[in-house]
Antibody, heavy 119, light 110 residues
Framework: QVQLVESGGGVVQPGRSLRLSCEASGFTFRDSGMHWVRQAPGKGLEWVTFISDNGRHKYYADSVRGRFTVSRDDSKKSIYLQMSSLRPEDAAIYYC????????????WGQGTQLTVSS | QSALTQPASVSGSPGQSITISCTGT?????????VSWYQQHPGKAPQLMIYEVSNRPSGVPNRFSGSKSANTASLTISGLQAEDEADYYCSSYTISTTWVFGGGTKLTVL
């Protein structure tokens, strides 16, 4: 079965950097686009970024463009989210999500990793 | 990238039907048939319920259905059950090659 396991969350000071990881299993990872979606405490869902199956295409929400970078390593069946210049409003649960094969929907979700941004 | 508009809350009694609306613009909901819906129970990750406006993934009960007219999509749950009580989010792909979510709707089963 599809599994997505995020890691790397924690408490970080404003302005600092952090990298999240997501390890996938149960599907052909190299053929799948992947997303990061976040949810601030008590708030709704916010799409963050998408990386295509071949890694050539990357798209970002306006709120993180220029500060966050998505990447993937197919040999490790993993995607990563490098976050820099972190702000208090970046605090959220970050979900790794598999794209549903060209239907542009969020097919399978990990359990999320929590990021807290506080001094 | 403005969020899609959903009602904050809806409610219904067991066995009844409810509909949740999701209003966007001609740049997102109205542009493509790439509207999807998600169910989220407290403390859990969201689950895909409807994709491409009206398609159900395997395992999702046929009580859940979706539709779209112009810039507004809708999720209908018929034969409401207690376990349907959750938050529901719509999402749409946009002409800017981004994705946008609705603000979420809390469904209460009375």
């Amino acid at each position: 079965q599809v599994q997505l396991v995020e890691s790397g969350g924690g408490v970080v000071q404003p302005g600092r950097s952090l990298r999240l990881s997501c390890e996938a299993s149960g599907f052909t990872f190299r053929d799948s686009g992947m997303h990061w979606v976040r949810q601030a405490p008590g708030k709704g869902l916010e799409w963050v970024t998408f990386i295509s199956d071949n890694g050539r295409h990357k798209y970002y929400a306006d709120s993180v463009r220029g500060r966050f970078t998505v990447s993937r390593d197919d040999s490790k069946k993993s995607i990563y989210l490098q976050m820099s210049s972190l702000r208090p409003e970046d605090a959220a649960i970050y979900y790794c999500v598999k794209d549903r094969d060209r239907s542009w929907s969020f097919d399978y979700w990990g359990q999320g990793t929590q990021l807290t941004v506080s001094s | 990238q403005s969020a899609l508009t959903q009602p904050a809350s809806v409610s219904g009694s067991p066995g009844q039907s409810i509909t949740i609306s999701c209003t966007g613009t001609s740049s997102d909901v109205g542009a493509y048939n790439y509207v999807s819906w998600y169910q989220q129970h407290p403390g859990k990750a969201p689950q895909l319920m409807i994709y491409e406006v009206s398609n159900r993934p395997s395992g999702v009960p046929n009580r859940f259905s979706g539709s779209k007219s112009a810039n507004t999509a809708s999720l209908t749950i018929s034969g409401l059950q207690a376990e349907d009580e959750a938050d529901y989010y719509c999402s749409s792909y946009t002409i800017s090659t981004t994705w946008v979510f609705g603000g979420g709707t809390k469904l209460t089963v009375l």
